[in-house]
């Protein structure tokens, strides 16, 4: 699980509930990227998901699933990675949604594949900070507390940092990556270019491009070079 994540540099994360062409998808899929992360903050389900990462399998490269929700479960993926926001106070996104999930499906998790993640929210105005209730104000030095209870209490593998839409403060970013010791960081939000791409990649280990994919497909597979 970890030995798979480990040399990630760059990951395209397609949203089930926006639409990709065929041209489109088999661009970002031979693009050169490490990986295909699947996941999104609304409107996802399990038809959606099952109908892209079918389409996503005819290339040859990791395919995940983010869960955000049980709807949108489906078998096949190569991992599933777990989100666990750390900067809310509703323990309805750290460990609610995830016990019923143990409760409902636990005979049949593969749990060997599963990955948690140490979500830090930091865009008040997205999707998920706003379902989340993620307190989003975070000095530099809160934030990195936050990833070191992720990565030194609770041991996760992985520390995500999400700003989802805006490009975010890279000194926050870098403080979070000098923080932690065993986590990878994972950074998504607002990358759309080389510059862009280049700057996140240099303060973290993973960047994760979403929307510039369906806003500028261009740019995008650019950012796959500038990291490579």
């Not at 399998?57 to 709807?71: A, G, M, Q, T």
């Not at 996760?156 to 000098?178: A, C, R």
């Not at 973290?204 to 500028?216: K, P, Q």
């Amino acid at each position: 699980m970890k030995q798979m994540i480990k040399p990630w540099r760059h990951v395209f994360k397609l949203d089930p509930d926006r639409e990709i062409d065929d041209h489109a998808l088999e661009a970002v899929c031979m693009s050169g990227t490490d990986a295909i992360m699947v996941g999104g903050s609304s409107g996802v389900t399990f038809e959606n998901t099952v109908d892209l990462m079918s389409r996503v399998r005819r290339f040859e490269l990791p395919c995940v699933l983010e869960v955000s929700n049980l709807e949108m479960i489906v078998p096949g993926f190569d991992l599933y990675m777990i989100p666990m926001v750390m900067n809310t106070a509703d323990s309805e996104w750290i460990t609610g949604q995830h016990q019923r999930a143990v409760e409902e499906y636990g005979y049949m998790i593969p749990w060997d594949l599963l990955v948690p993640e140490g979500y830090i929210i930091l865009n008040p105005d997205s999707t998920v900070a706003r379902l989340t209730g993620a307190k989003t104000g975070l000095e530099a030095a809160e934030a990195a507390a936050y990833a070191q209870v992720a990565d030194k209490l609770m041991s996760l593998p992985v520390i995500y940092v999400e700003y989802s839409g805006t490009f975010g403060d890279m000194d926050t970013v870098k403080k979070i990556h000098q923080s932690i010791q065993s986590a990878k960081l994972f950074y998504g939000g607002g990358i759309h270019d080389e510059e862009t791409a280049a700057k996140a990649a240099a303060v973290c280990d993973t960047i994760v491009v979403g929307n510039a994919v369906y806003e500028n497909l261009e740019q995008a597979l650019l950012t796959v070079k500038a990291v490579k």
